[in-house]
C-alpha cells in the first residue's frame, strides 16, 4: 500500500537530485496532505478489526462506503500533495507508473475478493466506485 507511493517519492527526491525539476511550490498541496491522511486514518478506523491482507469480512463503512480502494486514494493525494509543497516535478512524474501499479494490484485483489465474498463483494461492487464515489 503505501509503499509504492513512498517509493514513488523516493524515487522522484532521487531523480531530482540528479536532474532538477523544479516546478515552483504549491502551498495548496498542504490540503492534499492533510485530506489523503485523513482518507487514511479513516480507512484504518473501519477496518481496525479486519486483516486486509486476508479479510474475513468485507468492510463497507467509513470510507469504504464510497470508495473501494480508499487507502490508495488517501497515498495518492498524499504524493500529490508532497509534489506540489515541494516544487518536484519528479514527484508527481512517478505518481502515474505508481498509480499503474497500484492498478494492477487493485484488479488482482478484487478478483480474490469476489472469489471469496461472491454476491456480497458483486452488490458492493455494484454501488461503490473502484476509487472514486459513484454517483
Excluded: C, K
Amino acid at each position: 500500500m503505501p509503499e509504492a507511493s513512498l517509493a514513488g517519492i523516493a524515487v522522484g527526491f532521487a531523480l531530482e537530485r540528479v536532474r532538477p525539476w523544479r516546478i515552483g511550490r504549491r502551498p495548496a498541496g498542504w490540503s492534499l496532505v492533510a485530506a489523503g491522511g485523513l482518507v487514511i486514518a479513516g480507512s484504518l478506523r473501519a477496518a481496525r478489526t479486519t486483516d486486509l491482507s486476508s479479510p474475513d469480512r468485507l468492510v463497507t463503512s467509513g470510507p469504504y462506503a464510497l470508495s473501494r480502494n480508499p487507502m490508495y486514494v488517501g497515498w495518492a493525494l498524499m504524493q500529490l500533495g508532497i509534489g506540489l509543497i515541494t516544487g518536484s516535478g519528479w514527484v508527481l512524474a512517478t505518481l502515474p507508473a505508481v498509480g499503474a501499479g497500484l492498478h494492477r494490484d487493485v484488479v488482482r485483489e478484487e478478483r480474490r475478493l469476489q472469489e471469496s465474498f461472491g454476491d456480497e463483494y458483486e452488490r458492493y461492487s455494484e454501488r461503490v466506485g473502484r476509487y472514486l464515489p459513484r454517483r
